[in-house]
Structures are given as C-alpha cells and as structure tokens.
C-alpha cells in the first residue's frame, strides 16, 4: 500500500493490486511496442535520408507475406492476454463474496448518502478493515459516479435501479470517493470519503451514531437530514445566496411566489415543498428542487421543520 | 438528332449514380427507423405486459385500413414509374395523383386514431391520463422514481424483487372494460407503450408527407412533360422512396397493432 | 502553368463561390468554415485550460465552466474532426485522384456544404441562448431536466449528421460509379480508399445519431419517457443509442486521416507503399468492426458483464488493422529516400502521437484497468492523441501536402517546420501530463479538483498555450503564402497520384481529357527538376 507510484494512487482495497498488475502488464507491453515504432522510425529517417548522390538502394520490397503475417499474429496473441487479464480480473473485482456487508448508497444532486443496515444514514461512508463490503447504490435524479480512486472502484449509479459493487479495504484510513459521472452544476464538488476503521472502532461508531440520532432531538435530527438529504447543497442557514432560497428566518414568514400572490412559510408548506417542490416557487427562483416524495417519512419532515423553526 | 456514345454513356452514368444514390439513401433511413425499431425491442421485452395491455387501445381495424391503402398506393405509384417509361403521360399524371391522395387517405386515418387517442388521455409520458383513471399528482410536479421500498432488516438484501411477470393475457375483447371492480390489474408505465407509438408512427407520417411532396413535385414536372421514355430517372427514384415508406408502415402495422 | 486559367480564377464575385457546384470551391468553402469552427474550439479549449490553472474557481463559475468544455466539445467533435479531411481534402482531391471532373451529385455537394453552416448557425444560436451544460454526449436524465438549450444544440447536430449523410453517399456513387475504366479498386489511392470506407460508416451510423438525437428532443419538448425513469424509460438505453453512432464516429475521424498518412509516407520516402492490399483490406474491416464495439464506452454503467466481456474482446479486435498499419507505414520508410519537408513531419509526428494514442487505448479495452480509468483524465488524454495527436496531424499534413496544388503557392517552408515542432512539443505537454493525473484519480469535467492535482493542471496548461502559439504561426505563414508565396509547380514533392499530373491549382474542370493509366506510388522516373522547383514524370510522356 503506501503513498502509491508514478502512475497510480495508493493500493487501499484487495482488487487494487489485481488492477494494478495489469496496468504495469500493459504499460510495459506498450512500451517496448512504442520503443520499437519510434526507434525504427528514427532509424530510417536516419539511414535514408536523402542525401545528394547518393546510390540507388535498389528496387525496396512491396509486401512481405511472412512479415505481414508475423506482426499480425504477435499483436493478436498480445492483445488476447491482455484481454484475458483484464476480464479475469475484472470478474475478481465485479464479483462479490457472500458474507459481504451490505451498504446502501444514494445520490443526488450533489451529494452521496450512506444507509447502514441499522437504519442510520451518514455523509460519509464508514467501513469496517479488511471485511468485504458490498454497496448497493441509486441516485434519485440522474445518473451519477461512484469512483473511489484507491481501491480502483467504480461504477455509474443510475436513477431507477440498483447497481452493486463491492471492496475489501485495507488498513485503517480515509480515501476520497469522487462523482465521475458528469452531473451538473456541483459535480466537482461531489465528494464523500472512504472512513476504513478497525471492526471495533467501526461498531462503536455505528452504535454510538445510531443512539445518538435515537436519543437526538428532532432539532438535532432535523439538522442531520438537513444535511444528508442534501438540503445543504442548495439552501444554505447563514443568509448567503444559492440555488434555492435560504433557511435564515424563512419560517414563519411571507414568502411571494413566481406567478404572482404570497403564502405564509407555516408546517403546511414546508410539508408541500419538499413533497411537491414545483407547487409553489419562491419568486426569483427556478423550479428545480427533486421531489422527496418516497425519500423521507413523516417523522423526518417534522424534524426538518423543527430544525427550520431554529435557523433565524 | 443523333445522340453521340459519349452523351449514352454520361446518361447511363448519371441514371446509374442516382440509382445507386437513392439506394444508399434508403438505407439511412432503414437505418433511423431500426433505432426506434430497436426502443421498441427493448421495451417490449422487458416488459411484455405493457405491450400486451395497452396495444388493445389501438384500432386494428382502421391500421389495417391503412396498411391496404398503402399497398395500393404502392401499386400505383410503380405503375406509374412503368407508364413513364412507356411515355405514357397522362396515365402517369393519374396514377401520380391517386397515390398522392392514397397518401392523404393514410394520414387522414391517422389523424382520426391520433384525435381518439387524444380525447381518451392516451398519451406519452406525464400526459397519460387515460380518462377513465384519476389524475396523479399535481401538475408540474416532476414524478417520483417508484422504487422498491427500502429494507430496515439488515439480514435482507436491499436488491428488488425480480421483476414481475406479466400480469396476465388480456381478455379477447377489442376494449378494456371501463374501471370497475373486477376489471384486470393495469400495469405500470402504460405510457411507455404511447410514447414509442406516438413516435414511431409520428415519424413515419413525417416520411409520408415528405413522399407526397416529392411525388407531387413529380406531379407538376409530368405535367409539364419534363419526362420520356429515356428520361424519368427522378419518378423512378420517388417510387423507390414510396416503396420504402409502405415497406416500414408493413413493419410497424404488426408490431403495434396486432400483438398477441 | 500556374497563370493560366484554374478553378479559382475560372469565375470571380461572391455568388460564383457560394452556388458553385464545383468541388474544389466547395471543398475551399468547407475549409473556412472548418477552420473557423477549430478556432472556436480552440478558444474554447484555451479558456478551459486557463480556468484550471487553479484548483478552485478563477474566471468561470462552475456553471459557465461545465457549457465551456460542453461547448469545446460539441464544436470540435461535430463542426472539425467529423466533417473534417472528407469535406476539405477529400471534396477537393476525390474527384481529381479519380480522374474524374467532379463528384457524382455536385449540387448535392454544395447543398451538404450548406446543411453544414446551418447546422453550425443552430450550435451558434445555442450558445447565444445561454449555452448547455450537458457535455458533448448529452447523457440522460440530466440533458432531459437542464433549463439550456439543449434542443437547439441538439438539432444543430442533427442538421450537421445530414451533411454527413449527403457527403458519404456522394463519395460512395462517385468512388463506384466515376472512375475510368482503367482504374480497378486496387488501383486506386490508398486515400480514395480510407474516404470510401469513411463513406460507409457516415452512411449507416449517422442515421442512429439523428434517431437518438430526435428521440431527446422530444423527451425535452413533449415529455415522450423514453429515457425517464420516472416514467418507465431507461437512461441507459441513450447511452447505448449515442454511442452506436459516436463510436463510428470517431472511426471517421481517423480513416481519412490514415488515408493521408499512406500518401504522406509514401511521397516523402519516395518508395512504393508497403502492403498496399493489406492496407486497403483494413480500412474496410476497421469500418464494419467499428460497429461493433460501442459498449467499451460503457463498461460501468450497469450492462451485463456478458456485453462487457463481448465488446471488450471485439475493442482489441479493431486495434489489429489500426496497429498494422503503422508497421505497414515503417516498412514503407524502409530503404527508402526519405525528405523531411513539414508534411513528413507532421507524418512522423502522427506516428509517435498515434502510437500513444492507440497504445493507452489497451488500458481502456481491458475490463479491469478501464473500472479505474474510466471518467479520469486518462481518457481525456487518450482520445486527444488519437483525434488531435492522430486525425488533427494528419490533416495538417496533409494540407501541407496539397497547399501548393490546392492554391498554387509554396509557403515558407523554414517556418512550417518551426510550427510542426512547436506543435509537437505543445501537445506532448498539454497532454501526457493528463495520462498521469487520470490514473492517479483526476475525475475529467471537473471545474474545481484537489489541490494535489495542480502541477499536472499547470503543465497542461501551459503545453496548451505553446500549442496555441504553433498554430498562430501557421495561419501567419499559410495567409502569407496566398499572396506572396512562390508559384507552385505541378508536383513539388514527386507524387505519383492523378492529382500531381494537373497543374498547380487544378484548371475547372481538373483535366482536358480523362487521364490514362497510372499506377499510383510507383516511383520510377519521378525525378527532381532545379528548373521548375519541382518534380517530373520522365518514365512515362504526359500531358
């Protein structure tokens, strides 16, 4: 593992190294081809070169049949290896074991939400060394990219279905997880990260998490959906201006809307927005919020609220 | 006046060319309906049920209508492509004409199957809202991905259910009966079905229009006696494309209207 | 022979030029929109590279960021690589190379070059409008729900897909049915054989694109679902309708370029083409295996792993005739008399850059090295050593190489070189140093990135203002020639095909009478003549 090489990022997950040994198998078969193009192409521009006076090299030949055989054939047996390789290992790394840990994953516009079997949800994503662990992801708007760079993972996370990977980490660590499937406006800011524990450590979090949001009140909890849910990326508490409007005394007051007309920011239409966003648009602002309908229950929209009524 | 060998040969290489030419066009059309050819594969075969379902909204009886005008429009126009080469002009003004109103025939049976659809909600997309069923969800509101409800069981796989099956052979009546207690379950996304209906029939009406645009203009230059026996590449060219445009209606035909 | 009459001169005033059915006019026309269109997305290109100088946001928000590279894209991709050699060189030379007087549907042509400025005045107008963020492939659902105009960008593709079509048919009858009778398939320039199988593809992928491009307009403006998820469609499906098209695509992009390439090497080693058969052969089989391959592009989005192994295998497949080639084009410098004049060096440049390009496109084929690389900058780099490195240096050289016969004068060869070498450099900075950020993790269309990845930002960036430089001092040099370069002779680098035996610019109708038999790249008797500063044909008495 390490500081990683030359060309790649440290190897932090077991299918890295399956990866990586067929990078450096290409990268030196590629080389020597390279070599040998160039080298020859230097060669003979140097040794034919034409020079004043200088003799006929005689009638040069046409084709080759032997020749033209050859370097077909070798290039095909190169790439067939290559190609094994890479679908075996690809297999090794898609494939996975089955007491795999199993971690929901949902995106969305911009940001990645972690579900962990005993129902909490966290902005990033933790796991226990050295277990394999199995994400099953979607996003919620369109189709995104789980990339965490050094465990060489990736797949697109796609509206409307399910798509699964899996890892086995290594030591310890934090690893950055990147979106890769281009996404609008705050697709370079779409970060999370790999948070690699010790199993202990990483039962006590998850524990310790759980009963914090178990005993949390629907203040705290609201201002933890506020951020997993994603409401952070477009509504921000401190009064600065974004792509929806802010939170900073919303609640409770009048709010004129696109098309004309006003309403009061009470239960009701806090409840009506995040259900059905497009409702009634705050003026100036563009109707482009998801809807949550399916994504929170009742509960949750009463710790929003709560949180809201406290954002002054 | 004589015509010299070079003029045979340069009118034999022009006729050759536009020949090839519109054969070469064709099949980039052939080429633009199997991409909607293919939506239609995939969405069918992943789910029959909607097929099954919602083509019984269709009216086999004026498609079929349709496909035989369109035969026939086919007959004409190479009859005419013969009359011209036979230099028989006012037959081919006739026959031109007759295809072109087969033509108007096709698109005004098409117009009243698009008016029913239209009057009973049976559109694409959010505008499906077949009238006997209530409408869902306020209007502009953008519909929720349906997905699988979420496991709290951390022994339970968050994956869905395999996919469900069809929901059953609809009853051979021409009609699902209007909601009522024991009408037969409705899939969901009917409107996948009206959406690749409306385009791939959508898109072949635009080639049918542009045909009887190109057969008029046919038309007009018959007219004017603009052809002859050793010159009406361009008719025979037109009937090609016509032949093309029936060729995918014989295509479509089945595939929408006559699944089982 | 340079004063007498020639197609420039053969008729003047604006509306000769722009209802001229003559090909050379046209492909003349072509070339000032293409070249136009290049600097467009070169500026583009430049503003993007500066943006990511730093890590975080500098000149742009992240919104005009994401229209920025959409727009470099779609200007590059749609309005230069595809229209390309086939709508400049290829309209110019394909008639001539024939021996033919013109295509086989001149106004069909001319409407082609028309349908493409209309095409480019809707991706003009999507820019005025605003701009699209979606990137040059217009994944769904995101193309589907962004407020930009996305349908005027979309239907300015479509209209350019027409041009396409149009141009490809016309080359196809004309490569069928125009050429003497003396003149068999294999006799033909390797060149009228990369366009004929470029034909082929423009023809039968093209239509896939106007269908999918159709297909989103009105998911966009009538809500069809095809692609909703929300409404039973399938995102996924766009990408596998996209990429039938676009990977074709990029098969159009180089096969003229490789065309160039067998001219280029030949000429300049003044040595008969090595294997031609074998060369003719691939082009076709890159075309139809071409068709082929489109789910490499798609490996992690959720296609069965039974796609992935069968469009892996068939990837490595289409390498073979593209690698074989190039052993093809050394064989050919193998005793031969080699000159390096800029066309060879943009031939020699092709080489090294095709070389990396094609060689990192084996980390991209295999399945589990593209899980890691997929996304990265790797691949930004990779596909601009093959289109940039690889199509864009081939047609540089090739117009160099046909500079003097297309206007009839020489320009300033000292600079030439000076800019292919600048050229060189500037690419090899710009992009290898974005190989090695995207295998490290650099994710590509990212306005703002981690601040490890700066250095490999700066000497990207700063590549790409020496490339930039390169190419200010070609436009100089080639503006300067129209006026002041020396007369050109017939064939000033001793070429063998049809078009060095017409003068330098070609008369209307390109020759009095159609040329007799003549075996392309044989070299015999083509020697050099101090009188005329260029090459004559003793073997054979010619008019």
């Known amino acids: 593992m390490g500081n990683g090489s030359f060309w790649l990022p440290p190897a932090a997950s077991s299918g890295a190294p399956v990866v990586d040994r067929l990078f450096h198998f290409i990268y030196w078969t590629a080389f020597v081809f390279f070599v040998l193009v160039v080298g020859l192409m230097v060669l003979f521009v140097l040794r034919y070169r034409r020079r004043p006076g200088q003799k006929d090299h005689g009638p040069a030949p046409t084709h080759n049949t032997a020749l033209e055989l050859t370097w077909t054939i070798i290039p095909l047996i190169v790439v067939g290896v290559i190609f094994y390789l890479g679908f075996a290992g690809f297999m090794d790394i898609s494939t996975p074991p089955q007491n795999a840990y199993e971690i929901q994953v949902t995106a969305m516009r911009w940001k990645w939400s972690f579900t962990y079997p005993n129902g909490l949800t966290d902005e990033d994503l933790h796991v226990p060394a050295d277990q394999p662990v199995r994400l099953v992801m979607t996003s919620t708007d369109v189709i995104h990219g789980f990339f965490v760079p050094d465990f060489r993972l990736k797949h697109d996370v796609v509206p409307g279905r399910y798509n699964t990977v899996w890892f086995r980490a290594g030591k310890p660590g934090t690893h950055d997880i990147f979106c890769t499937q281009y996404c609008g406006t705050g697709h370079s800011e779409m970060h999370a990260q790999v948070i690699v524990q010790n199993p202990d450590d990483f039962q006590k979090w998850l524990d310790g998490a759980a009963s914090a949001l178990a005993h949390a009140s629907p203040v705290e909890l609201g201002e933890r959906l506020y951020h997993t849910l994603g409401c952070a990326q477009c509504h921000s508490v401190d009064g600065a201006s974004s792509t929806g409007p802010t939170w900073k005394g919303l609640y409770g007051s009048k709010v004129p809307l696109n098309g004309g007309g006003s309403v009061t920011a009470d239960e009701n239409y806090v409840r009506e927005s995040i259900l059905e966003p497009n409702a009634k648009v705050v003026l100036g602002y563009a109707a482009i919020m998801p809807t949550y309908q399916g994504r929170v229950k009742d509960p949750d929209v009463a710790a929003i609220i709560a949180y809201m009524k406290t954002v002054k | 006046m004589a015509v010299t060998e070079a003029e045979v040969r340069e009118r034999r290489e022009g006729y050759e060319s536009s020949r090839l030419g519109m054969w070469i066009f064709l099949a980039t059309e052939i080429l633009l309906f199997g991409g909607l050819f293919c939506a239609y594969a995939v969405y069918r075969s992943n789910h029959p049920e909607i097929f099954v379902y919602a083509h019984r909204f269709l009216s086999k009886t004026l498609g079929g209508i349709n496909t035989i005008v369109l035969i026939c429009s086919s007959f004409t126009m190479a009859w005419a492509v013969r009359a011209a080469q036979l230099g028989e002009r006012r037959r081919l003004v006739a026959l031109l004409a007759i295809t072109i109103f087969c033509g108007l025939c096709f698109l005004g049976i098409k117009g009243i199957e698009y008016q029913q659809k239209w009057r009973h909600g049976l559109l694409w997309g959010e505008r499906y809202h077949p009238v006997e069923h209530e409408k869902n969800g306020a209007a502009g509101t953008p519909a929720a991905i349906q997905m699988p409800p979420v496991s709290s069981d951390p022994n339970r796989s968050f994956l869905p259910l395999a996919a469900e099956g069809p929901r059953g052979l609809a009853p051979e009546s021409s009609k699902p009966a209007p909601g009522g207690a024991d009408a037969e379950p409705v899939p969901k996304n009917v409107q996948t079905f009206f959406g690749i209906y409306f385009a791939m029939t959508g898109l072949h009406a635009v080639h049918v229009i542009a045909g009887m645009i190109l057969i008029g203009v046919m038309l007009v230059r018959a007219i004017r006696r603009e052809f002859s026996p050793t010159d009406f590449t361009p008719v025979d060219n037109v009937g090609l494309y016509w032949h093309l445009v029936d060729v995918i209606w014989i295509y479509l035909f089945p595939f929408l209207y006559l699944i089982r | ?543």
């Open chain 3, 1 to 543: 022979m340079s004063t007498a009459e020639n197609y420039l001169t053969h008729s003047s005033g604006i509306r000769s030029w722009l209802l001229t059915r003559d090909h050379k006019r046209i492909g003349i026309l072509y070339l000032i929109s293409i070249m136009s269109s290049f600097f467009l997305g070169g500026i583009s290109a430049l503003l993007i590279r500066t943006e990511l100088l730093t890590p975080n946001h500098a000149l742009m928000s992240p919104e005009a960021y994401n229209k920025m590279f959409t727009l470099h894209g779609a200007v590059m991709i749609f309005l230069f690589v595809i229209p390309g050699v086939p709508a400049t060189l290829g309209n110019f030379f394909l008639p001539i190379m024939l021996g033919a007087k013109d295509v086989a549907f001149p106004r069909l042509n001319l409407a082609s070059w028309y349908l493409y400025v209309f095409g480019a005045l809707f991706a003009l107008a999507s820019i005025v409008m605003g701009g699209v963020d979606t990137g040059w492939t217009f994944y769904t659902p995101y193309s589907v729900i962004t407020n930009t105009s996305v349908v005027a960008l979309t239907a300015g593709a479509f209209i350019l897909g027409f041009s396409s079509i149009l141009t490809g048919i016309n080359f196809v009858v004309t490569i069928h049915k125009l050429r003497p009778d003396w003149m068999t398939w294999f006799k033909m320039p390797l060149f009228l054989w990369s366009l004929y199988a470029t034909a082929i593809i423009q023809i039968l992928a093209t239509p896939v694109l106007g269908i999918t491009l159709l297909l989103l307009i009105l998911e966009r403006t009538l809500g069809i679902g095809i692609f909703n998820p929300a409404l039973g469609g399938d995102p996924v499906l766009y990408q596998h309708f996209f990429w039938f098209y676009s990977h074709p695509a990029v098969y159009i992009m180089i096969l003229p370029a490789m065309g160039i390439m067998s001219e280029l090497v030949s000429t300049f080693s003044h040595r008969t083409i090595f294997g031609y058969r074998f060369i003719a052969y691939s082009s076709i089989a890159i075309a139809v295996i071409s068709f082929l391959v489109w789910g490499h592009h798609m490996f992690v989005s959720g296609q069965s792993n039974l796609a992935d192994l069968i469009f892996s295998f068939l990837t490595f497949l289409v390498a073979i005739p593209s690698g074989i080639k190039v052993f093809n084009w050394l064989a050919t410098m193998y005793k031969g008399s080699i000159t390096l004049e800029a066309p060879m060096l943009y031939a020699l440049s092709f080489l090294f850059l095709f070389g990396i390009g094609g060689l990192t496109g084996l980390f991209l084929g295999a399945l589990s090295t593209d899980v890691h690389l997929h996304d990265t900058y790797f691949v930004v780099a990779h596909f601009h050593y093959v289109m940039f490195g690889g199509t864009v240096i081939a047609f540089l050289g090739g117009l160099h190489y046909w500079w003097p016969k297309m206007f009839g004068r020489m320009y300033s060869e000292k600079w030439a070189r000076i800019a292919a070498v600048v050229i060189f450099i500037g690419f090899n900075l710009t992009f290898f140093a974005q190989f090695i950020m995207g295998s490290k993790g650099m994710p590509r269309r990212y306005a703002s990135y981690p601040a490890r990845f700066q250095p490999y930002h700066d000497v990207s960036t700063i590549g790409s203002y020496v490339l930039s430089i390169g190419f200010v001092i070609m436009a100089v040099y080639l503006i300067h020639s129209l006026f002041r370069g020396r007369r050109a002779p017939a064939n000033p680098w001793g070429g063998t095909t049809l078009e060095w035996k017409c003068g330098s610019p070609p008369p209307h109708d390109n020759f009095a009478e159609t040329p007799g038999p003549c075996e392309p790249y044989d070299f015999r008797g083509i020697v050099y003549d101090p009188a005329i500063g260029g090459y004559v044909d003793t073997a054979r008495a010619r008019s």
